[in-house]
């Protein structure tokens, strides 16, 4: 058992150095409001960040809707206009044709069986035209337009309006709407 001298010695010595434990209201409050900033800092940034990232995650998303719908639409153009370069090479063939069928005499008979097979064969290839959507530009009569007509040349002409195309040298053709070749034209000049 511990002396009565002792236990004034403690008592003495506690008094003397006052105990750690006892909370300074002063400290506390700075301490408080330290954490406080470096909490709203700590939010700030948080926001800043969430900002940056959803801005991020936006672009991110329209750029994706951008490629999806460049992507459609070229998928689109190339199953419209996929037929366009094998038109071109039978566009040749149906001008041969029909130079041919415009070169024989129908009234003679030697001459009739070919002109009714050649006839025949224009009809198969305008019918496969209709089916792929390949139109003739064929504009004799019509006022020229730069855009589905190339003037070969230009004569007077007292009976028609100036800009009139007089001749076609060659029909042109439109492949679901978009010129694959011009129509080769004579046009009145003033």
């Known amino acids: 058992m511990a002396s009565n001298k002792d236990k004034e010695e403690n008592l003495l010595n506690e008094d003397e150095n006052p105990k750690e434990d006892i909370a300074d209201p002063e400290l506390d409050s700075e301490q408080e409001s330290s954490a406080d900033i ?3 800092d700590e939010i700030e940034n948080l926001q800043k960040a969430l900002a940056e990232s959803t801005d991020q995650l936006l672009r991110a998303q329209a750029e994706l809707q951008n490629v ?5 639409r070229d998928l689109e153009n190339a199953h419209k206009y996929a037929l366009e370069r094998f038109s071109n090479e039978l566009l040749p063939v149906m001008d041969n044709i029909e130079r041919a069928y415009g070169a024989i005499d129908i009234q003679n008979d030697d001459q009739k069986s070919i002109g009714e097979g050649l006839e ?5 290839f305008v019918e496969v035209f209709k089916k792929f959507n390949i139109s003739c530009v064929d504009p004799k009569g019509e006022p020229f337009d730069a855009e589905l007509h190339q003037a070969v040349s230009m004569q007077s002409d007292e009976n028609t309006e100036p800009n009139t195309v007089l001749d076609v040298f060659q029909k ?9 070749r011009p129509a080769m034209v004579v046009v009145s000049k003033a």
């Open 38 to 40: 470096n909490d709203q």
């Open 120 to 124: 025949l064969t224009i009809k198969n």
């Open 68 to 72: 999806r719908r460049r992507s459609e």
């Open 172 to 180: 042109g053709y439109t492949l679901n709407g978009r010129l694959i």
